[in-house]
């Protein structure tokens, strides 16, 4: 794909949360797969909003605190107070307004088709590639 002028924007891992036994003896048993996402220009859309992830209760409780915590150094030495905001303009906040970023590695479990073939790649894997990959033309 490379040397016919396509970029590699990402290389997602989809980690099977089931997968058919492996007879192998003599090496790992394969338990994910990669799906690549490849564009032909430096111009593409990608719409991370879509497939934004919610922040977990932790993260929200610690930045929502109005506790300052200081943070010492890799040498002890004190690096100061570092304060947390959600907000979804100020690039240097801790959390995105709109979510966090969920990441180049998917678990997913095979469906179940009709015959109980567990290759069937499942909808929550497939969709939110679809949707943040895909501008609405509005055909």
Known sequence: MKARGWI????????????????????????????????????????????????????????????????KGRYGKDEGARGRTIDALDEKSALHGKGKNPGDVFDACPSNAADGHLATYPAELIEPRIVSTCQETGL
Not at 17 to 25: E, I, V
Not at 54 to 59: W, Y
């Open 8 to 71: 590699l924007r990402n290389d997602v891992i989809w980690r099977k949360t089931r997968s058919l036994p492996n007879p192998a003896k003599d090496r790992l048993a394969n338990k994910h797969e990669h799906i690549y996402h490849f564009v032909i220009g430096d111009e593409y859309y990608y719409d991370l909003d879509s497939i934004r992830q919610p922040h977990k209760a932790n993260s929200l409780k610690r930045v929502q605190s109005a506790i300052k915590v200081s943070h």
